[in-house]
């Protein structure tokens, strides 16, 4: 634990330390759960987006993209369910004075009898080595089987409360389960209540005439409502999809863990209609798309996994969120859901517009199904960010921290280094730097001594490094340095066009 602690922090200083992410309003002593993405985190969140978009929008062409407003009409978040039901249970410790959201004390309670599971689990593996039957083990050790009574127990009471909005219920759980408030350590709790995660705001003048409308808690509703218009204008036949990258805004009770949980973050969705009947088709197409286009990234399938939902939203026919190994364990990266025909309707009834569609080989017109992928852009940023971070031991026993960013994703593509600041090679470095800026980004760098600067390099995940040095005058070539084996090669100036291009290409998942 103190391990993956330690990890964190310095996933969080490293971020700030070189440009990445700073906390927002730090002179001021920061506000909590936002934060500004500085010079180099920004270009990192907009190559991220820009894969995203691609595979999504560019590389399918019944896939549209859209920006809408922020702001939208109010009666949009009463058919939602979001003025209603769009709450999280809250809960206090009377000691600490500590909030808490009451179904995360219970799932972190759940958590830790897994890693109980897990642990009995790895001690068999090490023990019965390569004869070792996970299943058959889970099924007939008495410790695992007596834990996974106690996580079945515990999921069903919890679920019966969650869907009878009991929270009586669920406060009497947290304190038959003994939790204590890792703070004060007492189980001194108050009542459980709802706390809706909108944030509300005035529209026109303050005085009367003005309308409470609400910051956006989810980018989807701005695609529903625009289903017509795209459908229409863009003549677009089912199935299709629509794709939207955004703000969005959710007062979360419990705003820790850095970029994981903000209260201002960003989604990129996109809703996928369907002809009713083939949704659950489609779901699963999604579900398998999706997790091709996070492995596409490179990094390893053991750091993803499914959790399919068991308790389904009301909308929802069926739902699985796709977790990733976070340094503090696996979370929710991005959810896909099977929507149904739920929001088109709840839309129609409340706008009394018609939002359906004809389709014209079935000769007939219905209110289309949904699939939803959903993903948060700074959740992609921190698991990219924080699986990449790494100190490396070298050969000569001195350590590296290298950032090994998937080339594509990295914020400088590559740094034009002259190895001394006179001789004409600056001006030689500034001559490279001008032929490759309007095809790739690229630092230049003169300041220190060369390995210095490779490490600088290194450390925010610029994966080549070009140095210019005498011979580069009479030669016309550099070296060129690969940030993650450290090889390095001497081309020719004419060749580093080709070559950047070839080493960092789009890449491709449709
Ligand atoms: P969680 O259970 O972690 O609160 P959620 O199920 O409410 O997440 P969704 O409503 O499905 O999340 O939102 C879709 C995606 O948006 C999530 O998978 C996540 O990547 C991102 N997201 C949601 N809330 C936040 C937040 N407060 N900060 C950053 N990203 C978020």
Redesign the pocket.
């Given at each position: 634990m103190a391990n993956q602690e330690d990890a964190f922090k310095k996933v969080v200083s490293h971020a700030k330390e070189y440009g990445f992410i700073f906390p927002s309003s730090e002179i001021y002593d920061g506000l909590g759960?936002v934060y500004d993405y500085g010079q180099l985190g920004t270009e990192l969140k907009n190559n991220i987006k820009q894969y995203w978009w691609k595979s999504m929008v560019q590389y399918h062409e019944n896939i549209v993209g859209i920006d809408s407003a922020i702001f939208m009409h109010p009666k949009i978040w009463k058919a939602s369910g979001h003025v209603d039901a769009f709450n999280?249970p809250l809960i206090d410790n009377k000691d600490s004075k500590k909030r808490y959201r009451a179904d995360v004390l219970i799932e972190d309670h759940i958590a830790k009898i897994e890693e109980k599971i897990n642990k009995e689990i790895e001690k068999a593996k090490k023990r019965f080595g390569e004869a070792f039957d996970e299943a058959q083990f889970r099924a007939t050790n008495a410790r695992v089987l007596e834990n996974q009574a106690k996580i079945d127990e515990i999921t069903n009471r919890f679920s019966e409360c969650l869907n009878a909005n009991d929270l009586e219920g669920l406060r009497q759980l947290i304190i038959d389960l003994e939790i204590a408030c890792p703070i004060s350590g007492t189980r001194n709790w108050t009542e459980v209540r709802q706390f809706n995660l909108m944030f509300a705001t005035q529209m026109g003048s303050v005085s009367e005439g003005s309308d409470t409308i609400y910051l956006r808690?989810?980018t989807a509703q701005g695609i529903f409502v625009n289903f017509l218009n795209v459908q229409k204008s863009g003549r677009m036949k089912i199935p299709f999809g629509i794709a939207q990258i955004g703000k969005?805004f959710?007062n979360?009770i419990v705003?820790r863990q850095f970029?994981?949980?903000?209260?201002e973050?960003?989604?990129m969705?996109m809703q996928f209609f369907v002809r009713p009947g083939t949704e659950l088709e489609w779901f699963k197409h999604w579900k398998e798309e999706r997790l091709r286009w996070h492995l596409a990234l490179g990094i390893p399938a053991e750091n993803y996994r499914y959790h399919d939902h068991e308790k389904l939203a009301h909308y929802a026919n069926a739902a699985t969120?796709?977790e990733f190994k976070f340094p503090f364990g696996f979370?929710?990266?991005?959810?896909i859901?099977s929507r149904t025909n739920f929001d088109l309707t709840r839309h129609s009834e409340f706008s009394g517009k018609k939002l359906q569609y004809f389709d014209a080989e079935l000769n007939e017109n219905y209110t289309p199904y949904v699939i939803e992928t959903?993903?948060?852009?700074?959740?992609?940023f921190l698991a990219v960010f924080s699986h990449a971070l790494k100190d490396e031991v070298l050969e000569d026993g001195s350590t590296r921290t290298v950032l090994s960013l998937p080339a594509v994703l990295a914020p400088y593509k590559a740094a034009i280094l002259p190895l001394v600041k006179k001789d004409g090679l600056p001006e030689k470095a500034r001559e490279i730097m001008d032929m490759l800026k309007y095809d790739f980004m690229m630092q230049y760098d003169e300041k220190d001594a060369i390995g210095r600067r490779y490490r600088r390099q290194d450390a925010i995940g610029t994966p080549y490094c070009i140095t210019v040095d005498n011979d580069t005058l009479t030669d016309n070539s550099v070296t060129i340095r690969e940030r993650d084996t450290m090889k390095q090669e001497r081309i020719s100036i004419d060749n580093l066009r080709a070559y950047l291009h070839e080493h960092i290409q789009p890449i491709k998942v449709d």
């Open positions: 759960a999280d808690p989810e969005a959710r979360e705003a970029i994981f949980r903000m209260r973050f960003e989604q969705e969120d796709i979370k929710e990266l991005e959810g859901h959903s993903i948060g852009v700074d959740r992609t």
